[in-house]
């Protein structure tokens, strides 16, 4: 075979959803293996990162995330992915998971809490489910396009309120003097629809401006200023009507407090996309902003609207607090407004689907597999020490890696069969592994950055000869490590690793004897905006039939809990102090227990001994018996301190500073993470499954399009004289 025909030899770093997503679309072009060799390379004996999952055998085969992974119903590139990834695996009808269907049912029940003068309230949100599926393909929304859909939306919550009747009441202060400019273009424009208007119908100010938005060209450019001058003059004009309606209810009326934060909100950000011109160039706009600052800038209520549990469950849904620190709050405004409308209004099916098995079973297991099959190699238990770039800076020349342990076999066989189920272990499968007696009588973590085990031997791949082309697809926690080189070398790579931010993170999970309804819920929800910093309560119950419980120990509820972990000034250098990871879960260990004794009480109100008022702790399961808050040393907790598992953050001001995956600065070198410009710019699944689609366009050439990458249907440049 001529050199001109020879196979690229590509290299993937890492196994997270980036990473496997790419080698995904790659190995899915028809005659794929006629053109590259696709090797991956993954630390530990698992893959997933910050998705990953684990088995614990010796408590049940029970299920440990590092965290709450729930996928939002506006993941249409990842569901796609999976739906082809269930439909390739095609396990026989009956077995566990055996389509995409099995794998993911759909949840509408989100419950928002809020503080309202010391005490804590539920304030449960039923989002109604439609007849789509995420993956089924279309378009996500333009930024303009938005803009009937909030104000559809502000007038659905307005009619379903008890101050709808109300709307016709006269208010002839509310223009006073003359018509604004664009009154007559109003009424001429929407009368076909609401009739004639005339001033004193307050109440029309929405619907006039819905019609008025729904009637417009797709296009904005194609709009006259006073459209939007219009648009913007109506929604002020309602808001301000509306809140002379509620104004003395808000502080005792909880349905008219959050209609109006709701409506309130809703109408600063129809304000502010306008103002700000996000309907002609993106959210990435406002970026510069944080959503509060920037929600504050356009008329939103400090008191009832900003501070509200919607909002704070929007950061905490994001991990959104710079150094996990819940009290130095920050999301980019342009990235937090385009992820929530997504998800709010863009979702498919249901807003959100939760998996039926952990995400390792439900995602990794089944990727793996479908890989594995089309020939993708695995080389598991290999650590990225570095990667060098060539003498003139252009591309990657060598990487350098330490293989942890030796393998019995060629081959490591990760997975492991829980109830028919393909799963990853909690642990390695030491039995393949040389060294696994030593391993596990040491409680070697492989994947610690402050493990004392030190790798067997170092492997060094040469461009020309062990690789092509490669694709690093590690978190950006990692990357001031394992990169340190091509930070020395290009301005790009630096400012990234300083200007995009990351956070730690911290989880808990309790196995318990009575049922969700013994707890005092007659629905499953999903709960945000808590007590910081454990903010975020799922109740996942659904996962004990895929768990193997014995005897009369099965658990009867499962609740998962997670929030950020502030950054420790004190930590020390990684691979050094090899007991810190310890000391940092049992601070953990420390707050959960702490959260169970003084807070959840709210959430859990059977919990709670009511002659004592305090928490029976006999409703954790704990097969020792043990008595008191001892018992929680049978649940699981974790604290996310690695750089490979901290969440990527979206500050205000970062997201310039994010590479394109196709754009690292050198020739070979292909990104793949939620933490590139992806045209998302979230930390979520979806983000990094369109960063692993775009390297397979930039590889590949295909696909084509993916969805959601741009928030404008035409990139061409908007001239003024359009507008009129």
Not at 222 to 241: C, K, N, Q
Not at 582 to 600: D, G, M, N, P
Not at 634 to 644: C, E, K, L, R, S
Request: proline share 6%.
């Amino acid at each position: 075979m001529s050199e001109s025909n020879a196979r690229k030899k590509i290299v993937i770093l890492g196994g997270g959803v980036g990473a496997m997503a790419a080698a995904y679309a790659i190995t899915e072009q028809p005659g794929w293996q006629e053109r590259y060799e696709v090797t991956l390379y993954q630390l530990g004996w698992r893959l997933g990162g910050k998705g990953a999952s684990g088995r614990n055998a010796r408590s049940g085969h029970r299920i440990e995330e590092h965290g709450l992974h729930i996928w939002l119903g506006f993941y249409e590139n990842a569901f796609a992915m999976i739906r082809r990834c269930y439909d390739e695996l095609a396990r026989k009808p009956g077995e566990p998971l055996a389509t995409w269907q099995d794998a993911f049912k759909p949840h509408s029940l989100v419950v928002f809490e809020e503080q309202i003068d010391g005490y804590w309230k539920h304030w449960p949100c039923e989002y109604p489910t439609n007849d789509s599926l995420p993956g089924d393909g279309g378009l996500t929304p333009a930024a303009w396009e938005y803009i009937p859909m909030i104000l559809g939306w502000m007038r659905g919550a307005f009619a379903n309120s008890s101050h709808y009747e109300a709307r016709r009441e006269s208010l002839p202060d509310e223009i006073g003097g003359e018509p604004p400019h664009w009154w007559d273009q109003v009424v001429s424009s929407v009368e076909s629809f609401v009739g004639a208007l005339s001033l004193d119908a307050a109440g029309l100010f929405l619907e006039a401006a819905y019609h008025l938005a729904r009637s417009l060209d797709p296009d904005p450019r194609h709009h006259h200023r006073y459209h939007h001058d219009a648009i913007t003059g109506l929604v002020e004009r309602f808001i301000r009507w509306l809140w002379r309606r509620v104004e003395r209810e808000v502080e005792h009326d909880d349905l008219a407090r959050h209609l109006f934060a709701q409506i309130d909100i809703a109408a600063a950000v129809v304000t502010g996309m306008i103002a700000d011109g996000v309907i002609f160039n993106g959210f990435d706009v406002i970026d510069d902003l944080d959503l509060r600052d920037w929600l504050r800038k356009h008329g939103a209520s400090e008191r009832i609207s900003i501070n509200s549990a919607w909002v704070r469950a929007a950061y905490d849904l994001v991990f959104g607090f710079r150094g996990g620190n819940p009290r130095k709050p920050a999301v980019a405004a342009g990235t937090g407004l385009r992820g929530t409308l997504r998800m709010v209004l863009g979702y498919k099916g249901a807003i959100m689907w939760k998996m039926q098995a952990g995400m390792g079973d439900t995602i990794f297991a089944p990727m793996y597999q479908v890989l594995k099959r089309r020939g993708v190699k695995f080389e598991f238990f290999h650590r990225v020490r570095s990667l060098a770039p060539s003498p003139d800076g252009r591309s990657i020349d060598r990487i350098t890696l330490g293989r942890q342990v030796t393998l019995k076999r060629g081959d490591y066989d990760p997975l492991v069969t829980v109830k028919g189920l393909p799963s990853w272990p909690s642990e390695p499968l030491y039995d393949q592994i040389v060294e696994g007696r030593q391993l596990q009588e040491g409680g070697i973590n492989l994947e610690s950055y402050w493990t004392p085990w030190q790798d067997v031997a170092t492997v060094t791949l040469e461009r020309g000869t062990d690789f092509d082309l490669v694709v690093l697809g590690i978190s950006l926690g990692a990357l001031p490590t394992i990169c340190s080189e091509l930070i020395a070398v290009n301005d790009s790579w630096r400012n990234m690793v300083e200007q995009v931010q990351t956070c730690r993170t911290q989880a808990f999970q309790l196995w318990l004897t009575p049922s969700l309804a013994e707890l005092g819920w007659e629905t499953s929800p999903i709960a945000g905006g808590f007590v910081e910093p454990l903010d975020t309560w799922a109740d996942m119950s659904h996962l004990i039939d895929r768990e193997a419980w014995e005897g009369g120990g099965s658990p009867r509820n499962i609740a998962y809990f997670c929030g950020p972990l502030e950054d420790d000034p004190e930590e020390p250098p990684y691979f050094t102090d090899p007991d810190y990871p310890a000391r940092e879960a049992s601070k953990v260990k420390t707050r959960v227990i702490q959260f169970l004794t003084e807070h959840v009480g709210h959430l859990w109100p059977e919990a709670i001994v009511p002659e004592t008022g305090e928490i029976n702790w006999n409703l954790l399961v704990d097969p020792e018996g043990r008595q008191g808050p001892a018992r929680l040393d049978a649940q699981y907790w974790v604290a996310n301190i690695d750089p490979t598992e901290r969440y990527v953050l979206m500050v205000p001001g970062s997201t310039q500073y994010r590479l394109p995956s196709d754009q690292s600065g050198f020739d070979n070198l292909y990104l793949a993470g939620d933490w590139t410009r992806n045209g998302l710019n979230a930390g979520c699944v979806e983000a990094a499954v369109m960063s692993g689609l775009q390297v397979s366009r930039a590889i590949t050439g295909s696909p084509a399009e993916i969805v959601g990458e741009t928030d404008i249907r035409d990139q061409r440049p908007f001239s003024t004289e359009q507008r009129g």
